[in-house]
């Protein structure tokens, strides 16, 4: 009886070495570039999706090494453009662009158009100055 305990216990102890450890992700996926997931280890491993640059993302997701069990984390280096032309990544995830019209700079409340009207009489104001700076008139001696 021991005897079989102590097998037992041996092949579960071997079973435990060669059980890597598990992969969970998140987002379900390593093809969910328009959400944001970690990828996580049974051991405490941790990877989160992030912005390589405004164009890239770095997803992280599961994969086997080979035993069937997803055991190992991979890395993919999306350009977000492959989702569209207008993609950026921001946030750990691919998301369109904001482009705002130019009708948005000059709507009802805006600074803008006062901002530029202010820029361009310094502008006037200096040019005026600096034109007429030296022709004053001279002043002439009756003689």
Request: glycine residues 12%; proline residues 3%; aromatic residues 6%.
């Amino acid at each position: 009886m021991k005897k079989s305990i102590v097998i037992l216990l041996g092949l579960l102890l071997l079973g435990v070495g060669l059980v890597s450890a598990v992969c969970t992700d998140s987002d379900g996926s390593n093809t969910a570039y328009t959400v944001k997931g970690t990828a996580s280890l049974s051991n405490g491993s941790m990877l989160t999706d992030s912005c390589q640059s405004s164009t890239n993302l770095l997803e992280y997701g599961c994969r086997s090494t080979g035993s069937g069990i997803n055991n190992d984390i991979s890395t993919i280096n999306v350009a977000c453009s492959t989702l569209g032309s207008n993609y950026i990544c921001a946030s750990g995830v691919c998301k369109p662009g904001v482009k705002r019209p130019a009708s948005e700079y000059f709507s009802e409340g805006s600074t803008l158009p006062w901002i530029l009207a202010g820029v361009g009489v310094l502008l006037l104001v200096g040019v005026a100055y600096w034109h007429f700076k030296g022709t004053k008139p001279s002043k002439r001696r009756n003689r």
